[in-house]
């Protein structure tokens, strides 16, 4: 009978994002990173385009100390040039910000929302508004790996990976491309064999032991990417946009959000520990459960009885909102090495 760490591709990803939390970078490998490299893991995060399923952001350690003092939610889109662009001094803020390409008045909306987090300083000045910077926005990241999981590689999921990781390989958007499976025990590991681009690297998982953080094998070591280099689809300034977006919802989001587009409040959602990481499962269906099943319309939900939100004290929720907070805990420790 497959374990929680096996038996669906959500488990596997959850349990790879763990393993890249306690051991990236790849014993065997030959990236630049180090033990003393903090590292931020995240998953789903990519391009309107292009979605990986893993994003470990190697950062620079003076960088990401000084990204905390701007919170730990994400700078998104719309925020961004504005923390980047702000002056130290008092300006007007048409003059102090790039020309945007869209009207200003989504600027000047932007502003207020970043002055309300308190990631600016806004103040007018007749009928102008001026801005002031509150510190300097770091350049915190070092590099991104993408990694790009599928347990089982049969023939039609090798099919539909070579075309995502050639796209991944053009773009270069991230410093390496890496595909995650499990590994066979074959003499030959099936993912050697498939038209795969050689750039990217492969590790092989068995997670049947537990998440220990020797669990990978380095089968294929990947080539380094420039993601400084004008391409096809978009030139190096887009880039280097596009990788802040990334890093920056990764920052904010973490790879333990599986809580807010599940149903932890359902009696039947529980957690199962597997080595160093958890898995959520379902009770009733006696398996992992996945994000687009363990829903409202799911027809095994049942919300957790009023008794379980009233037992013990404080008064501070049930059993899924305990499990809650274990995760947000988790994923805070994390973002603060």
């Not at 306690?22 to 990173?33: Q, S, T, V």
């Not at 102008?128 to 926005?137: A, V």
């Not at 491309?177 to 099936?190: C, D, I, K, S």
């Amino acid at each position: 009978m497959p374990t929680p760490a096996t038996d669906s591709e959500f488990s596997f990803e959850l349990l790879v994002c763990r393993w890249a939390e306690l051991g990236w970078p790849p014993a065997n490998g030959d990236a630049p990173g180090s033990d003393d490299t903090p590292v931020i893991v995240s998953r789903q995060l990519g391009t309107k385009k292009r979605r990986w399923d893993t994003i470990v952001i190697e950062c620079d350690p003076e960088g990401l100390v000084a990204r905390r003092e701007f919170g730990d939610r994400t700078i998104d889109g719309d925020l961004l040039p504005v923390v980047r662009h702000a002056p130290a001094e008092w300006a007007y803020y048409r003059d102090a910000l790039p020309d945007p390409g869209y009207p200003w008045r989504y600027v000047r909306e932007a502003i207020h929302r970043a002055a309300a987090r308190g990631l600016v300083e806004k103040r007018k000045n007749g009928n102008r508004i001026e801005i002031r910077r509150k510190r300097p926005y770091p350049e915190w990241v070092s590099r991104i790996i993408a990694i790009e999981n599928k347990p089982d590689l049969d023939a039609s999921a090798a099919a539909a990976l070579s075309d995502q990781l050639e796209h991944d390989v053009d773009t270069a958007l991230a410093d390496e491309v890496w595909l995650a499976t499990g590994r066979t025990g074959e003499r030959v590991e099936p993912a050697l064999l498939r038209q795969f681009p050689v750039e990217a690297g492969v590790l092989t998982f068995d997670f049947s032991a537990g998440t220990h953080v020797d669990a990978a094998t380095v089968d294929w070591l990947p080539s380094a990417l420039d993601p400084t280099s004008d391409g096809e689809r978009f030139d190096g300034a887009e880039k280097a946009r596009r990788r802040r977006l990334i890093a920056e919802r990764a920052y904010g989001k973490g790879w333990r959000s599986f809580t807010e587009t599940t149903r932890p409040d359902c009696r039947w959602f529980e957690l199962e520990r597997a080595g160093r990481g958890v898995v959520p499962t379902c009770a009733a269906k006696g398996r992992c459960q996945h994000e687009t099943e363990c829903s409202s319309r799911c027809g095994s939900f049942e919300p957790e009885p009023p008794q379980w939100r009233t037992n013990g004290w404080p008064i501070d929720g049930g059993p899924g909102q305990g499990l809650r907070r274990l995760l947000e805990r988790r994923r805070e420790r994390a973002r603060k090495r």
